[in-house]
């Protein structure tokens, strides 16, 4: 027995529309709330992050009140292990970071300063358009290769499930108000890569089985909800295996890269669903609103 994933595609749509929705909120939320749809670090806005390593454990909170003598208590502040805090702030000027360490090191002991990295506002700028230029060429790439193996509507039906996966994982992003840096463009672009390459695993079932079914009593659905059955198990077990990594990342790998296996994580389940109740209802749905009007127009 062949579980009907097509003919339920309605409840599929629904979900994935309540998704959306969710993450619109998110961004709108934000915007009215936050003045920014996400909470960009220093490399979109520019500003300065201070990697320091303390003789001590110190809390964030204790380092925060520091920062708050120079106004600068909004700072995104994070621990790295122990003793190392980094600091993402807005620009801080040579003399103010002397003084700030020095404060530190009077109240706590030996500081030492590991690292300090300072993006202007321009340069920012230019990350956004340049991760917005990577995007679109993701996007033409994925359309002409696509097109080029399989057919057009095939490439329109995988594109809109990777928007459907960046807007989402973008959301959840936005919704829990995590730090967006530049590791966020590598996670959508990974996101994106493995999303692809599982839809056009069951494009290639589906292509196979045409051929297979050709000329015998079997419907463009049927063939289909086979050709998702039968790379069900192959989904499953590579989902379950890059979360099973990305969660080590997640719990494992520290403070600095929480945010990124965090979206990874959401981005790959998303993935892996809208490969299978996504992209395959839509390809349907267009195969079958072109058989329509095929046959519309022989009788006419």
Not at 127 to 137: N, P, V
Request: proline share 2%; glycine share 6%.
């Amino acid at each position: 027995m062949i579980f009907d994933f097509i003919g339920n595609r309605r409840y599929w749509f629904a979900i994935s529309g309540l998704l959306l929705l969710v993450a619109l909120f998110a961004f709108s939320y934000n915007l009215i709330v936050r003045g920014s749809a996400f909470n960009f670090g220093t490399d979109f806005t520019g500003g300065t992050m201070i990697n320091l390593r303390f003789n001590e454990p110190v809390s964030v909170h204790d380092v925060r009140l520091e920062l708050d003598k120079y106004n600068l208590g909004q700072s995104i502040i994070q621990k790295s292990g122990e003793t190392d805090i980094s600091i993402r702030a807005q620009q801080v000027l040579p003399d103010l970071r002397t003084k700030l360490i020095e404060d530190l090191k009077a109240k706590y002991g030996e500081v030492e300063l590991l690292e300090v990295d300072t993006v202007g506002p321009m340069l920012g700028k230019e990350l956004q358009m340049q991760t917005l230029l990577a995007l679109i060429l993701a996007s033409i790439g994925i359309i002409i290769y696509i097109s080029f193996r399989f057919e057009f509507k095939y490439a329109v039906a995988a594109l809109l499930a990777l928007y459907h996966d960046a807007l989402i994982t973008a959301g959840v992003t936005a919704l829990l108000w995590r730090n967006v840096e530049a590791p966020f463009v590598a996670a959508l672009l990974t996101i994106m890569g493995y999303s692809i390459n599982d839809t056009i695993v069951i494009f290639d079932r589906i292509r196979e089985n045409i051929k297979v079914w050709a000329g015998k009593k079997k419907s463009f659905i049927e063939i289909v909800n086979l050709s998702i059955s039968e790379t069900m198990a192959r989904s499953i077990n590579t989902v379950l295996t890059v979360v099973i990594t990305v969660l080590c990342l997640l719990f494992f790998g520290g403070e600095t890269i929480r945010d990124f296996a965090l979206v990874l994580l959401f981005g790959f389940v998303i993935g892996a669903y809208s490969s299978i109740f996504v992209a395959s209802p839509i390809l349907v749905a267009w195969t079958l609103r072109d058989h329509k009007f095929s046959t519309a127009g022989k009788r006419r």
